[in-house]
């Protein structure tokens, strides 16, 4: 039998571990130099880890997949998390909420129905309120810059690159963008009749949602 050079062994080798892994190239993490981030993830981290989930910034999904989580709280209510994932064309989506605002023990999670106005219109309506591209409030000069009140945190892991932004007080619409951040959590709660059990979230209409929210956790 005729024996490989080792040169071509080693070729052979290197060409079978980039097969083996897809060919994938190394992953971009795009995170804004912000205070929020450090601390607030503290946080979503504990939720995510709770909730069976794994850090976001670190998974490398299959070409054409995509995640977004949308993360809600960071005052004095407990966090509460969406997230919608598309893998080989099929979207699914949970809910999760921690137990607790501050170091949460357990979290409940569940998995939603399919949004009413189908999966195609509500993820055209998520990207048309600029979901994928938004950039962080800090970038733009449109935070508060308090910590302890109503915010979002947004993920996305999509084509090899995890972002993430954040909007505090998005019920001021200091900017456009506030609006933006508004219009989506809007829409994750009409289209999965999403309902909670939190103060700050009680009365489901769409209008007076951050309204209330901002109002819970501000009331002295």
């Not at 709770?50 to 209510?77: N, V, Y």
């Not at 932004?165 to 999965?192: G, H, R, T, W």
Request: charged share 20%; hydrophobic share 35%.
């Amino acid at each position: 039998m005729r024996k490989l050079s080792f040169s071509t062994a080693c070729l052979l080798l290197i060409m079978g571990v980039g097969l083996a892994t897809g060919g994938r190239h190394k992953m971009r993490v795009i995170v804004p130099n912000a205070h929020w981030e450090p601390i607030l993830f503290q946080e979503i981290n504990s939720v995510a880890r709770l909730s069976g989930q794994s850090d976001l910034s670190s998974t490398q999904l299959p070409s054409g997949d995509i995640e977004a989580r949308i993360w809600l709280g960071f005052g004095l209510s407990p966090l509460e998390g969406v997230i919608l994932h598309r893998t080989g064309g099929q979207w699914t989506a949970i809910h999760v909420k921690a137990d607790k605002y501050y170091e949460p023990t357990k979290v409940e999670r569940r998995q939603l129905s399919n949004p009413k106005s189908g999966w195609e219109t509500t993820w055209t309506r998520l990207v048309n309120e600029k979901l994928l591209s938004l950039p962080d409030a800090s970038e733009i000069n449109c935070n508060v810059g308090a910590l302890d009140g109503f915010g979002v945190v947004v993920e996305i892991n999509t084509d090899n690159t995890y972002r993430t932004y954040m909007y505090d007080q998005p019920s001021e619409s200091k900017c456009n963008e506030d609006k933006n951040i508004m219009a989506i959590v809007d829409i994750l709660f009409e289209e999965f009749n999403l309902k909670s059990t939190n103060n700050a979230f009680s009365g489901r209409n769409p209008t007076n949602l951050w309204t209330r929210a901002a109002g819970a956790c501000f009331a002295s």
